[in-house]
């Protein structure tokens, strides 16, 4: 038999092989990654709430940069109390992450940044930034405030499209208008 023949058939198999392997680990580990992603959202979320007194539900979204809604109901009276966006946009290194938690009166309680890799010492400073938007009506973004730097304004718009996402999503989860 010809020797690039038997090459490609060792090839083929030990390719099946690895493949096989690393579907039976994903299967195995996706779900722990999953529940340990959310452990770390749900940890976030007490900054803003204290979870006992609620029933946290969570949908997925997939919508614009909102990835999935936690809808915040209090345990007592079932009443939609308040909803946190998990968000992602496009910074200048990588993805910022946030959480973005939402009052039943459209008020911004908070947010958080999850995840960032953004450029240390300048896109960064968005773990610590307060963009000005605490307590405002999310229909109100006219205080944010960027950061600035060579590299922030990319960091500075992904922050911003996470809450112009929120702004257009939050009338559909509340059930109202701004």
């Known amino acids: 038999m010809n020797k690039g023949l ?10 099946l092989v690895c ?11 996706a779900p722990i990654i999953r529940d340990q992603e959310l452990a770390v ?13 609620y029933t946290v539900e969570e949908i997925t979204v997939n919508e614009g940069a909102i990835e999935a809604a936690y809808l ?13 966006y998990s968000t992602s946009a496009q910074g200048y290194e990588d993805k910022v992450k946030l959480l973005i938690a939402i009052d039943s009166d459209y008020t911004i309680r ?3 940044v999850i995840s960032q890799k953004e450029t240390k010492g300048i896109g960064d400073q968005v773990v610590t930034h307060d963009f000005n938007v605490t307590g405002n009506l999310i229909s109100d973004l006219a205080s944010f405030d960027g950061i600035s730097g060579p590299t922030a304004p990319f960091t500075t718009q992904a922050v911003l499209d996470s809450f112009m996402a929120v702004q257009a999503r939050v009338n559909t989860d509340l059930g109202g208008d701004v």
Not at 6 to 15: F, H, R, T
């Open 72 to 84: 915040l109901k209090n345990k007592t009276t079932d009443a939609l109390e308040a909803v946190v």
């Open 110 to 112: 908070g947010y958080k």
């Open 6 to 15: 038997i090459s490609g058939l060792v090839l083929l198999v030990l390719g």
């Open 19 to 29: 493949g096989l392997l690393l579907a039976t680990v994903n299967y195995f580990t």
């Open 41 to 53: 959202k749900l940890a976030a979320l007490e900054e803003f709430y204290d979870t006992d007194n």
